[in-house]
């Protein structure tokens, strides 16, 4: 055995995982060091336990059996141990385990867990854990013996999803399990994930205990705010205040210590000074609390020293199996009436609504509460993250995900904690509710020296657009236009389609509203012939019948009601916007009552009515009704804005979810054996891939390149130009050069061997009239493909996101334009498909002026192949292929340029 040192210890497998009760637990990698801990935990098991575990007495044991358990390679023999905090000590409660058989393909796998933990679905952890390391080590099988009457293991086996044989023999049953990763596997896990945290989520949102730990009679402070707000919103559970130097907090007992509360906490907001807080989270940990909400700041914001608090903090929470809101946040509001909660110290209770929002900042938290309580907009909840130390939007979201009060979703972040995961989560989230999201900190995400066109092109922004698309997220630009989305998705039914029609009594309001249409991508519908005869009898003066339809400052009430009722049963009609201009000659109230009589008309067609009475928004108490209100904008541009986004919402809405498509006939082993081979001859990192290595992996993939060859003189050029076939293009072999014609390192259509050396002489001399001959590794020679239209795609690794895929418009013009999409790796048909489609230039894949249509379908299928090869080798740092020459119809592509960095 290999025993551990700093140098093998695995550390990226350790993780804390939620519990089936909400609690959290840390597993992680065995060590030496652990015999201690691992003989405290064999013999705090019962007889029953040891005996199902060894399914034999395994009498004592001792320091020696201890070690020889807690030694292991992390390769052949790997063990996961279940950690928690327990007083001032952590104890280990429960171990996993494989042993490689001779077969290498296969490993026996033993569960122990401590009595007191049973049901909690640590068992069913462990065997993910394990499962994902064993995968890493080339194992596919995991193999074991259960005794029959050992039910619970025989059920968490059966129940994971995974596809499992059994035969039982003398009273045990020996199993086969096939740990590959399953879309059903998949799905149970994310199942079991997703409870899980809603279990947690309740103690923070929905606890029957709270303590206030600084709670405070000094008035104007934030503890004597905080606790004020509890107590005056109504909240329906018990709140103990805590305060060393206090007997009682507004006429209610006070404790000194959380230690001291008589009953049991689910929540404890903590309200103390920084130095104090550690302290007393560890206190709540000891006490039994659920979960903390630390709203004192000082901590990660303020720089390194305030991030090793945070740290600390962060470590006693998972320690003691607590979740942790915070720190430096503003707290949590849950209007639902059974509950009735403002923990925060926001002096606004706003009304029971179906908004939820989630604001990483505690000061756009409370403008976010200023601004809906100016609107008389409702929420169902409210949470300020803050530092995002444990919990996040990723927590909330599927909390939200299954609330029943709950129709729409507001995110402000400020920066992802985990993108992948919440790319996840939001993808299934928002196929059943909308999710609309504004993102402050738009500059630079990360650190990136981009070495490549698509490291250069894939910009903060572009990239967040990529997530949140691919996520079927709206985002907005600003707070105005998040409740601008809000109070139309909210309260009136997703439209059918983009055809719009305006109805107004001004025409200036209704010429602006076709504008901000046609920019935002709406339609106006025109009347049919139907429509155009019923509309007339109802307006008295002699107008044009026609979108908008401008009923003139004359308008009446009842011609504006009539015109209402009649366009809600046009089949050519999927919203209708009613701009209307205060004047003189009709009162404004007259008029919502006008649209308050034909809202559920709307509502019953599954159509939405918005409304703009110019200058005024928010919910107008007569227009509806909690839950079906008419929004009100006060210029026409807002509402367009906002019904453009739930149009794009519907449409992403209709989208298939897809799953990654498994490529066949990859030659996945050769492709390792490539990468290995360059990994270990190249001690530099990063470095680039030389052409002929590429060239090799691009078969592997069954990816169509244009066969190179390197020479390293001009009379070698020449000979293996020969060998291509004439006409062929010399290009400058460089790793260090990423723009090869902007030093002249590209000559095209060369038909002969004396121009091939001519090439080769003339770009060794322009290189070295710059000073960089030294960079010169050679020219490649290829055959010059001619035709096609040349496009870009490519990778880049992004330090927050991860793997990028880029698709685009390539050539010389692929940074000057900057016609490119991204997606998050990895791929499906759809996203393939979508990104080829989208680009600006895409009807040059059409057969633009003359020229044959491209074969685009083969570029997808280059797409997700692209995609396959950096899931299998995450040595990839950035990849181009540019350009890549699509050919007409049935002809395929050809990769024309390839660069690879490893890493």
């Known amino acids: 055995m290999i025993a551990a040192t700093d140098s ?8 804390e995982v939620l519990l089936k009760d909400g609690s959290r637990i840390l597993l992680r990698p065995i060590r030496q060091d652990d015999t201690e801990r691992w003989l405290a935990f064999f013999q705090r098991q019962s007889q029953q336990t040891k005996y199902l575990r060894f399914q034999r007495d395994p009498g004592e044991m001792g320091p020696e059996d201890a070690l020889r358990f807690c030694t292991v390679d992390y390769k052949n023999t790997f063990a996961l141990v279940g950690e928690v905090q327990k007083e001032q000590r952590k104890e280990i409660v429960a171990i996993g385990r494989y042993y490689r058989l001779p077969d290498k393909r296969s490993a026996r796998v033993v569960f122990a867990i401590e009595d007191a933990y049973h049901g909690k679905g640590i068992g069913t952890q462990l065997i993910e854990r394990l499962a994902n390391v064993a995968r890493d080590n080339g194992i596919a099988i995991f193999e074991g013996d259960v005794l029959a009457e050992n039910e619970r293991m025989m059920s968490v086996l059966k129940d994971y999803g995974f596809h499992i044989e059994s035969e039982l023999k003398g009273g045990v049953y020996h199993v086969n399990i096939a740990i590959a990763r399953s879309r059903r596997v998949e799905r149970k896990e994310a199942e079991r994930e997703r409870l899980s945290t809603v279990a947690s989520i309740r103690n923070v949102l929905e606890p029957h205990s709270i303590a206030v730990i600084g709670a405070s009679r000094q008035s104007g402070s934030i503890g004597q705010l905080v606790f004020q707000n509890i107590i005056e919103g109504g909240y329906t559970g018990v709140v103990y205040p805590v305060n060393p130097k206090a007997d009682a907090i507004m006429a209610v007992k006070a404790y000194p210590s959380i230690l001291d509360v008589p009953g049991n906490v689910d929540l404890a907001i903590i309200i103390v000074p920084t130095q104090f807080v550690a302290r007393v989270a560890d206190e709540c940990g000891r006490k039994g609390v659920r979960a903390i909400i630390v709203i004192t700041d000082g901590f990660k914001e303020r720089g390194p020293e305030g991030a090793a608090h945070e740290e600390e903090l962060r470590d006693i929470a998972l320690g003691h199996g607590m979740r942790l809101v915070g720190p430096n946040c503003m707290g949590i509001i849950n209007t639902a009436p059974e509950v009735r909660l403002n923990a925060s110290f926001s002096r606004i209770f706003p009304p029971r609504g179906n908004i939820a929002f989630l604001s990483q900042s505690g000061a756009m938290g409370l403008v976010i509460l200023e601004y809906a309580s100016d609107l008389n907009m409702g929420i169902s909840g409210f949470v300020s993250v803050g530092n995002r130390a444990d919990i996040s939007s990723n927590d909330l979201l599927q909390y939200w995900e299954d609330d029943p009060t709950t129709r729409v979703i507001l995110l402000y972040l400020e920066s992802f904690g985990n993108p992948r995961k919440f790319s996840r989560i939001a993808k299934r989230v928002s196929a059943r509710k909308p999710i609309v ?3 402050g900190g738009t500059t630079l995400v990360g650190s990136r020296a981009a070495s490549s066109h698509t490291g250069a092109l894939a910009t903060p922004e572009v990239v967040s657009d990529a997530l949140f698309r691919q996520a079927g997220i709206i985002r907005v630009d600003n707070i105005q236009e998040l409740f601008d989305v809000a109070t139309l998705l909210s309260n009136q039914p997703l439209p059918g389609g983009k055809r719009l029609v305006i109805v107004t009594n001004g025409g200036g309001p209704g010429i602006l509203a076709a504008d901000a249409s046609a920019q935002l991508g709406l339609t106006l519908s025109e ?26 400052g004359s308008v009446t009430p009842d011609e504006f009601e009539g015109s209402l009722r009649v366009l809600v049963e046009d089949d050519n009609v999927d919203a209708v916007l009613a701009v209307f201009v205060p004047a003189a000659v009709i009162d404004s109230t007259l008029v919502e009552n006008a649209i308050r009589r034909v809202s559920p008309l709307y ?12 200058g005024q928004r928010g919910f107008k108490a007569n227009l509806g009704k909690a839950g079906s209100f008419v929004p009100c904008y006060p210029f026409p541009e807002n509402a367009v804005l906002a019904l453009s986004k739930a149009v794009e919402y519907r449409e992403l809405m209709k989208k298939p979810r897809d799953a990654v498509t ?20 190249n001690k530099q990192r990063p470095f680039w891939l030389p052409a002929e290595k590429i060239v090799d992996l691009l078969n592997c993939y069954d990816i169509r390149i244009a066969g190179i060859s390197v020479a390293r003189s001009a009379d070698e050029a020449a000979t293996l130009a020969a060998q291509a076939g004439f006409p062929v293009v010399v290009k400058l072999n460089s790793s260090t050069i990423t723009h090869k014609t902007e030093v002249g390192g590209v000559v095209l259509d060369l038909n002969s061997e004396g121009e091939v050396k001519s090439a080769f002489n003339a770009i060794k001399d322009k290189l070295k009239a710059l000073g960089r001959e030294s960079e010169m590794e050679g020219v490649a020679i290829q055959r010059m493909i001619p035709g096609g239209v040349e496009i870009i795609a490519g990778v880049t690794q992004d330090p927050t996101f991860g793997p990028l895929i880029m698709f685009g418009l390539g050539g010389i013009q692929a940074e000057l334009l900057k016609d490119i999409v991204l997606r998050l790796h990895p791929l499906t048909e759809l996203d393939a498909s979508e990104m080829v489609s989208s680009i600006k230039t895409a009807s040059l894949f059409e057969g633009f002026r003359g020229a044959p249509p491209s074969d685009i379908q083969s570029v997808q299928g280059l797409l997700l192949r692209l995609s396959a090869m950096v899931e299998d080798i995450p040595q990839i740092a950035e990849l181009d292929f540019n350009p890549v020459k699509v050919m007409g119809r049935g002809e395929g592509y050809w990769v024309v340029d390839a660069r690879i960095s490893l890493k």
């Open 8 to 15: 093998t210890y695995p550390s990226q497998y350790e993780t």
């Open 527 to 552: 009347f049919s012939a139907e429509t155009t005869n019923k509309l007339r009898p109802l307006i008295k003066r002699n107008i044009r019948i026609g979108n908008p339809l401008d009923l003139t």
């Open 662 to 681: 498994s490529i066949k006939g990859v030659k996945r082993e050769k492709a390792h054996r490539i990468i290995e081979a360059a990994m270990s001859q």
């Open 603 to 614: 509502q019953r067609n599954k159509k939405p009515l918005l409304a703009c009475f110019m």
């Open 437 to 439: 999201i504004v993102k």
